[in-house]
Nanobody
Framework: QVQLVESGGGLVQAGGSLRLSCAAA????????MGWFRQAPGKEREFVAA????????YYADSAKGRFTISRDNAKNTVHLQMNSLKPEDTAVYYC????????????????WGQGTQVTVSS
């Protein structure tokens, strides 16, 4: 059974940084793509960043480009999202997602989801 567990969320002031982590279990060495999405209150879940296996190709939403960096440690089955220069509009629940064979930018293309971690950016 696949399980994704996010960590690293919290409260930070605007301009600050956070590093989210996602620990993946049960993926059994498959070549899977990983993604980060977020959902703010009253809004749909939106794409933030994605990374292919083994990690050479990455993709970012326009809102994340230049501020966020996605990376993965395949030996530890973890994926990270380094978020710098955070803004109040980055406030959301951040979700980790996994899919077989490549990265994707839409929620419907992912097979597995974590429970989410709250990120709150104060002004």
């Amino acid at each position: 059974q696949v399980q994704l567990v996010e960590s690293g969320g919290g409260l930070v002031q605007a301009g600050g940084s956070l590093r989210l982590s996602c620990a993946a279990a049960g993926l059994m060495r498959s070549r899977y793509g990983m993604g980060w999405f977020r959902q703010a209150p009253g809004k749909e879940r939106e794409f933030v960043a994605a990374i292919e296996w083994p990690g050479s190709n990455t993709y970012y939403a326009d809102s994340a480009k230049g501020r966020f960096t996605i990376s993965r440690d395949n030996a530890k089955n973890t994926v990270h999202l380094q978020m710098n220069s955070l803004k109040p509009e980055d406030t959301a629940v951040y979700y980790c997602a996994a899919r077989l064979f490549g990265a994707a930018v839409t929620t419907t293309q992912y097979n597995y989801w974590g429970q989410g971690t709250q990120v709150t950016v104060s002004s």
